[in-house]
T-cell receptor
Framework: DAKTTQPPSMDCAEGRAANLPCNHS???????VYWYRQIHSQGPQYIIH???NNETNEMASLIITEDRKSSTLILPHATLRDTAVYYC????????FGQGTRLTINP | DTGVSQDPRHKITKRGQNVTFRCDPI?????LYWYRQTLGQGPEFLTY????????KSRLLSDRFSAERPKGSFSTLEIQRTEQGDSAMYLC???????????FGSGTQLSVL
């Protein structure tokens, strides 16, 4: 499974868009990009995943570069409840979690 | 979709005791995963099943750990002769296919005294 690199922490103002970057330069052709988040003492929550096209759902948008070596998760209108650790995972059969990005939404 | 259920939510045990955790995946999900998470770290993969077959085990899974999924439905994770280093959150997850989203349970928090 390819490794990912994420900034350890980020801040965003409430109501603004939160853009979380992820580098995955060793991704292979059949590996998907997944994003999960985890709020303290809860299990990780699925956000979105994609292969090469940009994806959007009710929670977020996922932008994957054309060479697939990096991606960005966009939370369009961040709220205080979006404060969590966000994990970017590139995966085949199993999801291998890194350290993630601790996102803090400030009022 | 009733979600992934784990039991118990919390377990406190003394060093040297055996413990067993149960996971009930989302019905019809043929893939089931176990992870372990310690404070401040991301979840670490332990093992996964496709139906009743255990297809992969992490090197983190010592001989004291054993997981089963006897009929391809619920799964159990047993830790024998617990050690203080086993204290962690044990997470179970399931999905319907290799590229589908993985749904996690709320975890079992184990404290070994």
């Amino acid at each position: 499974d390819a490794k990912t690199t994420q900034p350890p922490s980020m801040d965003c103002a409430e109501g603004r868009a939160a853009n979380l970057p992820c580098n995955h330069s060793t991704i292979s052709g059949n590996e998907y990009v997944y994003w999960y988040r985890q709020i303290h003492s809860q299990g990780p929550q699925y956000i979105i995943h994609g292969l090469k096209n940009n994806e959007t759902n009710e929670m977020a948008s996922l932008i994957i570069t054309e060479d697939r070596k990096s991606s960005t998760l966009i939370l369009p209108h961040a709220t205080l409840r979006d404060t969590a650790v966000y994990y970017c995972i590139v995966s085949g059969q199993k999801l291998v979690f890194g350290q993630g990005t601790r996102l803090t939404i400030n009022p | 979709d009733t979600g992934v259920s784990q039991d118990p939510r919390h377990k406190i045990t003394k060093r040297g005791q055996n413990v067993t955790f149960r996971c009930d995946p989302i019905s019809e999900h043929n893939r089931l995963y176990w992870y372990r998470q310690t404070l401040g770290q991301g979840p670490e993969f332990l093992t996964y099943f496709q139906n009743e077959a255990q297809l992969e085990k992490s090197r983190l899974l010592s001989d004291r750990f054993s997981a089963e999924r006897p009929k391809g439905s619920f799964s159990t994770l047993e830790i024998q002769r617990t050690e203080q280093g086993d204290s962690a959150m044990y997470l179970c997850a399931s999905r319907s296919g290799a590229r589908e989203k993985l749904f996690f349970g709320s975890g079992t928090q184990l404290s070994v005294l």
